[in-house]
């Protein structure tokens, strides 16, 4: 299984960018589809981005799409998530994970190696 490390959180004004990255060991980087999933205090984790495993075909949240940018470095087994125009409701805690092939990308029972997170403070 696919471990999983995220890091390039932290406080940003509204209107700001931040790049995540989320960077994996212990298992073959190209047989897995990988997501960002975000979580607020009192809310279910929810999907924000994912990207298939050849990195051809990218999916968003609607709440996201347009203001951020998934992608991955086979080269470097690492994702990254660039976060522009950042509002106050972005803020939570950003999760990456893997999803084996075959599995539906926007479902959070698809995924496995879950980063610990890293925290996107947003001020308003």
């Known amino acids: 299984q696919v471990q999983l490390v995220e890091s390039g959180g932290g406080l940003v004004q509204a209107g700001g960018s931040l790049r995540l990255a989320c960077a994996a060991s212990?298992?073959?980087?190209?047989?897995?589809?990988m997501g960002w999933f975000r979580q607020s205090p009192g809310k279910e984790r929810e999907f924000v981005a994912a990207i298939r495993w050849d990195g051809d075909i990218t999916y968003y949240a609607d709440s996201v799409k347009g203001r951020f940018t998934i992608s991955r470095d086979s080269a470097k087994n690492t994702m990254y998530l660039q976060m522009n125009g950042l509002k106050p409701e972005d803020m939570a805690v950003y999760y990456c994970?893997?999803?084996?092939?075959?599995?539906?990308?926007?479902?959070?029972?698809?995924?496995?190696?879950w980063g610990q997170g890293t925290q996107v403070t947003v001020s308003s």
């Open positions: 212990g298992g073959t980087f190209s047989n897995y589809h």
């Open positions: 994970a893997a999803a084996r092939r075959g599995g539906s990308v926007y479902a959070l029972n698809s995924y496995g190696g």
